[in-house]
């Protein structure tokens, strides 16, 4: 909870922070704190902390994420093992775990000056995408919702979550989901991605237990439209 403690507690206040934008996964949490400030606290196994040290289990109180912009942070998503963030600069960046190139980073030992192997411990620009409006990032794959309303996607590939057909491997570079026109917001699962395009939501990626919505339960490397309800 970020209260300095890690034993039970009803309610609590986060300490010393004022936030903007917040996003949880299952074991941390993240908040901005204005001007490209951004803290997370909780547990840490690939750096998801994005302190700049290495990771070191939990943290009960906030940290600082190092190396964001002096720009206002306009999203941030935190996933099970890696983050992001869009800045009203246009640039994505992120931190954490890098293991299918969901940080949209090819070579992490280069990208982020450490020593740790497939992970970040600062937030890394996202250098192939900008004009990002918002950003979204589910297990191993990143989304970016850019000004003109198109998404592109990078990190893992393997239940066509990327929208991008060929499903061996992993991106590092983000590629424009075709298909997609107009989009206002982007959201993203563990392994699938969906977007509201006009009255439209359109989704795409694993869909095991039918989480597109189109009536089916095949996984699809491009958008379908979700089934009106009956």
């Given amino acids: ?71 206002e942070v306009t999203s941030l998503s935190v996933g099970r093992l890696h983050s992001c963030a869009a800045f009203d600069s246009g640039e994505v960046r992120g931190w954490g775990r890098n293991f299918n190139n969901e940080l949209g980073l090819d070579n992490p030992l280069q990208s982020c000056g450490t020593a740790f192997p497939s992970e970040c411990a600062h937030a890394a620009r996202v250098v192939a995408v900008t004009a990002v409006e918002a950003v979204e990032v589910g297990f191993e794959h990143s989304c970016a919702l850019t000004r003109d309303g198109d998404v592109s996607c990078w990190g893992s590939n393997e239940f066509g979550q990327l929208g991008d057909p060929i499903t061996t491997g992993s991106r590092a570079a983000p590629s424009r989901v075709s298909g997609i026109v107009g989009a206002t917001q982007v959201t993203a699962g563990d392994s699938h991605t969906c977007v509201i395009a006009g009255p439209r939501i359109q989704c795409w990626g694993r869909n095991e237990h039918g989480q597109l919505g189109d009536g089916t339960r095949l996984d699809r490397v491009a958008p379908v439209l979700v089934a009106r309800p009956d």
């Fill in 1 to 71: 909870l970020g209260i300095g403690s890690t034993g039970p507690s009803g309610s609590g206040t986060v300490t010393g922070l004022t936030a903007g934008w917040s996003s949880a996964a299952s074991e941390h949490t993240c908040a901005s704190t204005g001007a490209g400030g951004i803290s997370c606290w909780g547990w840490e196994l690939y750096a998801e902390l994005g302190n700049g040290l290495p990771p070191t289990e939990e943290h009960a109180s906030p940290v600082r994420v190092v190396a964001t912009p002096a720009s």
